[in-house]
């Protein structure tokens, strides 16, 4: 069908075009291309005053021709310019990358004769030899043909100024240093957090020291560098000049005797933004920071107390890891033991909730845990498992005696339909 219509537009008609690569579909778009057929340069050398009076043949013969390291398949005279074209063994579209390097540099190569660096498309459509080009009026017409093909790797050979191996060694180059630069964004980002984080901790230390040291009734002597150690931290995060003075002048209202505008935004204000800031200890210092005052602190504490916190923490840690539980999940566990013996005991949740200090809707959670991870309470069951049977056969639940519960699984499940009742 389609050689039909190329035979038919071949006999005169006006404007007609082919696409030199192959497409999955009729929509000629990059992403549907299936094979690779041909590399065509367009001639426009009838835009050159030195070119403009020669015909297509001439040009050829005289001029690119000459220029050309290899032979073109065809020559044609495209009514106004010049098409050559370089057939390939057909390329799959997934070596549409090499096929563009290549098609560039064999442009750019002829660009002094008139060369379109427009028209090298992956999807570039060339007019159909017999058909007319309107604008001129004349017949496109095949000036030669060759039974010439070449392969990709042939002319990424002749075109290409790198070699696979250092086309390789460039792509693993490149990827290093790409994943330093996001390592080295990466950390820069996590610093800006920290930092931002740190300004956070200061500022509620600052609020916090401000409003102790006014229930004492000291109201001078340590304003002026509070205000600017915040000052500089701020400026270290990249913090607006704006958003900076709202927070001078808000901290400074936090004063029994604030200062005056003024006073706050320059005295305060830092010479520079100085590479480092001041330290921790160092503020500590500055701000006369007692050991009192620092018990309600988190970040303005000298090394001493920081140690001495994640000791403790540490302390923490290993108490947790040694019992398996936090203190939240040691007073959960003895609240759902009590329940248990409760329970046993024949009391009803109300009574429970009221004893034990909670809703009743918390100790019915408490039974869907117990009943869900029941192993985790086997010592306590066991304890009162004599209990639990005699109410179950009061309940009616199983009709049975203690003395006949002889296995542990059987007991469990008494226990399961306790816990449900």
């Known amino acids: ?48 005053a030195e070119y403009a009076d020669l015909s297509a043949a001439e040009m050829y013969q005289q001029h690119i021709r000459p220029s050309l390291v290899i032979d073109p398949t065809f020559v044609i005279d495209s009514g106004r310019g010049l098409y050559c074209i370089f057939c390939i063994d057909h390329a799959p579209y997934a070596c549409t990358g090499l096929y563009k390097a290549i098609y560039s540099k064999l442009v750019e190569s002829q660009e002094r004769f008139g060369a379109d660096p427009k028209a090298m498309l992956t999807t570039q459509v060339i007019r159909v030899p ?3 080009n309107s604008r001129s009026g004349r017949t496109v017409a095949v000036l030669e043909a060759k039974d010439q093909r070449y392969t990709l790797s042939e002319l990424a050979h002749q075109f290409l100024p790198y070699t696979r191996q250092q086309v390789r060694d460039y792509k693993r180059e490149k990827a290093k240093a790409a994943f330093g630069q996001a390592k080295k964004a990466a950390a820069g980002k996590r610093k800006a957090n920290r930092y931002q984080s740190e300004l956070a901790e200061l500022e509620s230390d600052l609020i916090a020291l401000i409003s102790m040291r006014n229930d004492v009734g000291i109201t001078v002597g340590y304003r002026e560098v509070l ?46 933004n100085y590479r480092f800031v001041t330290g921790r200890e160092k503020m500590v210092r500055k701000l006369g920071v007692s050991e009192e005052e620092q018990r309600r602190l988190k970040y303005l504490v000298t090394r001493k107390r920081r140690n ?37 005991q024949g009391l009803n949740l109300q009574d429970l909730a009221e004893s034990l200090g909670v809703t009743k809707k918390t100790l019915r959670n408490d039974c869907k845990y117990i009943h869900d991870h029941h192993a985790e309470f086997a010592a306590v069951i066991r304890s009162v498992n004599k209990s639990l049977t005699h109410a179950m056969n009061m309940l009616g639940i199983v009709e049975t005696h203690s003395d006949s519960i002889e296995n542990e699984h059987l007991r469990c499940q008494q226990y399961e339909y306790f816990i449900r009742r």
């Open 308 to 344: 001495s916190l994640r000791q403790a923490k540490s302390r923490k840690k290993a108490c947790v890891q040694r019992r398996g539980r936090t203190s939240a999940q040691e007073v959960r566990y003895k609240r759902r033991c009590a329940l248990l013996k409760g329970l046993s």
């Open 130 to 132: 017999g058909s007319i």
């Open 1 to 48: 069908m389609f050689i039909r219509y190329i035979e038919q537009a071949a006999n005169g008609e006006e404007d007609v075009y082919f696409s030199i690569n192959s497409f999955w579909n009729t929509k000629r778009t990059e992403a549907n291309i299936r094979h690779l057929n041909a590399f065509v340069i367009d001639y426009d050398y009838y835009k050159i």
């Open 227 to 272: 205000l600017y150690l915040y000052w500089e931290r701020a400026a270290k995060t990249k913090m607006e000049e704006e958003s900076i003075t709202k927070k001078i002048l808000w901290l400074n209202s936090l004063f029994t005797m604030p200062l005056t505008e003024k006073e706050a935004l320059s005295r305060c204000r830092p010479a520079q």
